[in-house]
């Protein structure tokens, strides 16, 4: 009878010592990997870069981008537009702070292709905000809606 439990612990040890084993190497690999591995880029393509709102920034423009901001970012922007939404503490990813240097150096196009393509815990609006399937292919749209939500969000750099 000894001999089976002695069988058994030893049998268990191993198994036990094969699997520390192993989590300790993966462990280590998913270590290695996230501080090696860039992070991934918002790349934005170079036909959204050079890309001007066509929509002048004057006080219609930008209450109707307030509505619109109101409607879909609010939640993870918040109100004082620097990511503090009720919804930004359950992401991944910290929401763009719209006060931000770095955020309103951006040009209109690379902001109008973030917000239509998303990225990460940002969501695509593409089919959020309607009649503007051409925004895909590289222009502003046919509606005003792009433009007034982009110069909205410009005022955040007041």
């Not at 423009?61 to 970012?73: F, L, Q």
């Not at 918040?78 to 240097?101: E, V, W």
Request: with cysteine; charged share 25%.
């Amino acid at each position: 009878m000894q001999t089976l439990s002695y069988l058994l612990y030893n049998l268990i040890t191993k198994k036990m010592k094969k699997l520390l084993a192993l989590i300790v190497v993966v462990t280590s690999v998913t270590s290695f990997f996230s501080f090696i591995l860039p992070e991934d880029p918002w790349k934005v393509p170079e036909k959204y870069e050079n890309l001007k709102n066509p929509v002048k920034s004057d006080a219609v423009s930008i209450k109707a981008g307030k509505e619109i901001y109101n409607k879909h970012c609010i939640t993870c922007h918040g109100i004082s537009g620097k990511g503090d939404g009720k919804r930004a503490a359950n992401l991944n990813n910290s929401p763009a702070d719209f006060t931000s240097a770095a955020f309103q150096n951006q040009t209109d196009g690379a902001l109008l292709y973030k917000i239509y393509l998303g990225h990460k815990d940002m969501p695509s609006f593409k089919k959020r905000i309607p009649d503007n399937d051409d925004v895909i292919d590289g222009s502003f749209g046919q509606t005003r809606t792009p433009g007034d939500l982009v110069n909205y969000l410009r005022t955040y750099a007041k």
